[in-house]
């Protein structure tokens, strides 16, 4: 038999080896999940702080639903004068990083000037940064061309919009009796990727009554300043737990203990997740620009390339990827982070938009291209 107590004794050493290694074992994991977390706080960029993109609420007032859907695209409701605030909250706090008005006129588009059918226009193309999100509309200090030249100017940017999606608006205002002659583009790095969307039904139910909405609408009727707080936390505790109600349940501790280190698993993971889905959209984007410059000629269009707040130094890869597919298209581009000279200081704390003095700098020198593309001659 060797159970017996001079076996058991034996035993002793063996238990107390696996017990130290299963220690040192543990240790270093611990060790090294300390690390790698120290690591990635210190070391791996952060680009969202204690107000994330995330973590902003879009609250609007104004005629009817605010926006109106074409199809697959959209404009806002026509003749109406709409509010829009931004805020950010943050874990126990918020602040409203703008608040503004501004006029949409008879096509739905931020300007207060309805258009024309049949007059010659030149059109601007673009996002939020076209449409002003963030400020009173900048399209209303663009230098208008000289009195001699008859170009019906347009404001064509909606927010969160992309190259496909413009293509599709120039074809809608021309399908409306619009006659566009000239077409300038506003894009930023980040449009080249952008596909083609509009509202759905409960989005548009919500922004046309604050009764109807959720909390994870993602854009919102404005409610009344008494009520803001409690719209804030109620749509606050939504995403915070819409953010952790992961696949696995795991993730959702790894999240709470381990952030920097779930900052960089989450990058990557969604990095890989959407890296198909980024080609096809870039393969769209490529075929709009395409379209765009066969549609008008491409002595007609131009593409300007604004800078984004995140590219102090210059435009990201995929600017220089949406650059070189301009070129490829045989596009006329102009680089308008020289001219325009934005800084930080040009933008919003925690908003990535230009504020007020941005958008001055936005249509001063977008001010100048508009000039040379309305006094120079047409090939259609």
Known sequence: MTNGPEAIGRSKPALIRIIVATSLIAASSTTGFVLVELLSHFFVPWTEGAYSSNNRIMFFEG???????????????????IRHEAVYFSDDDFVVEYDYHFHTNNYGLVQEAGLAPARPSLLLLGNSFTEGQGAEPWFSELATPRKDVEYQMI?????????????????????????????LILFISGDYTRRVWN??????????????????EGFY???????????????????????????????????????ATFHVYDYWRAKFEKSSDIELAKQRSDA???????????????????????????????????????????GNLIDGYTPCRLTALDYHVHDGHPNTQGYGKIAHCVSRVVQQMATSGSDR
């Open 221 to 259: 009727r404005l409610p009344p300043a008494s009520d803001l707080p409690p719209w804030v936390t109620k749509i606050r505790a939504l995403r915070t737990q819409t953010g952790t109600a992961t696949k696995y349940p795991f993730q959702g501790g790894a999240r709470s203990w381990l952030p």
């Open 288 to 330: 709009a620009i395409g379209t765009i410059i066969r549609r008008y000629g491409a002595s007609n269009v131009v593409f300007m390339h604004l800078p984004q707040k995140d590219e102090p130094n210059g435009p990201s890869q995929q600017g220089v990827d949406v650059r070189r597919a301009i070129r490829n298209a045989g």
């Open 63 to 81: 005629g009817g639903t605010i926006f109106e859907n074409h199809e697959d695209i959209f404009t806002y409701v026509p003749n109406s004068e």
């Open 155 to 183: 404001n064509g940017g909606l927010i969160g919009t992309g190259f496909e999606q413009w293509s599709k608006l120039a074809r809608f205002l021309s399908e409306q009796g619009i006659k566009v002659e000239k077409v």
């Open 199 to 216: 509202f759905s039904p409960s989005i548009l139910d919500c922004l046309a009554m604050l009764a109807a909405c959720r909390g994870d």
